[in-house]
């Protein structure tokens, strides 16, 4: 069954490993992977909570829009199990 | 980076995938030697727990967007290396500081200062 | 493809560089201080920065064309990449260390393209260092928008029929693209297959060289 999630659009401050370019944005689970620390606890010397990391792809289309270079061509990326809800 | 004309939108300059740039350089070089004894402290360093690589890319986030431009790959790095030993407590600024003047004062290039 | 054709590389698949007795500057004394503080506080010692840098020069893209024409060759180590990557490599003496490796496949309807947009996260145990352009902004911006123009300046132009699958590496894998075989090598020994493997075939902005020597 593949799922479709979509990547939270929050913009907060500090050291985040969600490009910003797919914030707001819809894909598909490619592969699980993980549990991995949180970057986000690791970054500031804090105790890190293991999280899933998903392997997460989107179109072009989905990510750029009209503005697509190609829309068909595809992009993967890997953001943390937080970052992501169902879509 | 935002467009000037646009209010700051929590995106930082770091965050640089989908912004129009120019033509991607034919660069490459060697490494030198200061530059490969930095990538080789942050190895020993993250290895032994004193910071992990995200702590290295958060100080390299959180400098200003002119410093991609002004300062090399390894300077950053560097730097931020120095950072988060001062913050976990292996040395003080003031060590580095005092330490970085008696290197200084023992020559004029990189090979005299420190002694090869 | 300018990017890929250097003649003089040094044993870490880079151009040499100028000799560097240019003035002191700030960073290189911070990098002397930082050393030997880090020294005298038995944090480490010259010998193990020494041999970390061996060990770092000792990487370069001959590791990852090595493991690229393995899996041309070996149908059982090609199934095992694809079930895990880390540990075939590992297998073969290229620990990934903490990250996990992923080996992404070009066929002939599928082309692959590495960046980090965020830093330059790059699989360092199969290619060594990272080239310049792999860190510019250029590249770590332009990649994920326009891959079709980024890649015909390096000379790579792909028919419309072929996607394009660029890959961000944004956290804790790492990814070498596996160029498609190039035909007319049936029969070549691994040996043979991993001189025509270059560089920028395993980051999706090359391809493999030419059977014929072109």
Not at chain 3, 143 to 157: I, K, N, S, W, Y
Request: proline share 8%; net charge negative.
């Amino acid at each position: 069954m593949v799922e479709r999630v979509r990547v939270r659009s929050d913009m907060p401050p500090g050291h985040i490993r969600t490009p910003a370019y797919l914030r707001g944005k819809t894909g598909l689970i490619e592969r699980r992977l993980g549990p991995f620390p949180n970057p986000e606890q690791l970054a500031y010397r804090q105790p890190a909570t293991p999280l899933a990391l998903l392997r997460v792809r989107f179109t072009m289309a989905e990510i750029w829009g009209a503005a697509a270079e190609t829309p068909t061509d595809t992009l993967e990326a890997e953001i943390y199990a937080h970052w992501l809800e169902p879509a | 980076m935002n467009d000037k004309t646009d209010p700051f939108d929590g995106r930082r300059w770091h965050d640089m995938g989908g912004d129009p740039a120019g033509p991607v350089p034919d660069a490459d070089h060697d490494f030198a030697l200061w530059e490969k004894r930095v990538d080789a402290l942050m190895i020993i360093c993250s290895s032994k727990g004193h910071f992990s690589v995200d702590g290295l890319r958060r100080v390299l986030e959180d400098m200003p967007p002119s410093s991609f431009d002004e300062m090399s790959y390894y300077e950053r790095w560097i730097a931020s290396i120095a950072q988060n030993l001062i913050e976990d407590g292996v040395f003080t600024a003031a060590e580095l500081g005092q330490t970085m003047t008696d290197v200084k004062q023992r020559g004029a290039t990189y090979g005299d200062a420190a002694h090869g | 493809m300018p990017h890929d054709h250097h003649d003089h590389l040094s044993p870490s698949g880079h151009p040499f560089r100028a000799d560097d007795d240019v003035p002191l500057s700030y960073w290189q004394t911070m990098e002397i201080a930082v050393r030997e503080l880090l020294i005298a506080k038995g944090v480490t010692t010259a010998r193990e920065i020494a041999s970390q840098i061996e060990a770092m020069d000792a990487r370069s893209p001959a590791n990852g064309a090595a493991v690229v024409a393995r899996m041309w060759s070996d149908p059982a180590f090609c199934a095992q990449m694809r079930v895990d990557a880390s540990a075939a490599t590992r297998e073969m003496g290229f620990d990934v260390g903490p990250m996990k490796l992923i080996a992404v496949e070009n066929t002939a309807d599928l082309h692959n393209v590495i960046v980090c947009t965020l830093c330059s996260c790059y699989p360092r145990n199969l290619l060594g260092l990272p080239p310049d352009w792999y860190k510019s902004r250029a590249y770590r911006s332009r990649t994920v928008r326009e891959p079709r123009r980024v890649l015909a300046e390096f000379g790579v132009t792909l028919p419309d029929g072929v996607e394009i699958r660029v890959h961000d590496s944004t956290a804790d894998m790492r990814y070498i693209v596996i160029p498609a075989r190039p035909a007319g090598t049936e029969n070549w020994s691994e040996d043979a297959l991993a001189a025509l493997v270059t560089r920028d075939s395993m980051i999706g902005t090359g391809l493999p060289k030419s059977p014929e020597g072109g």
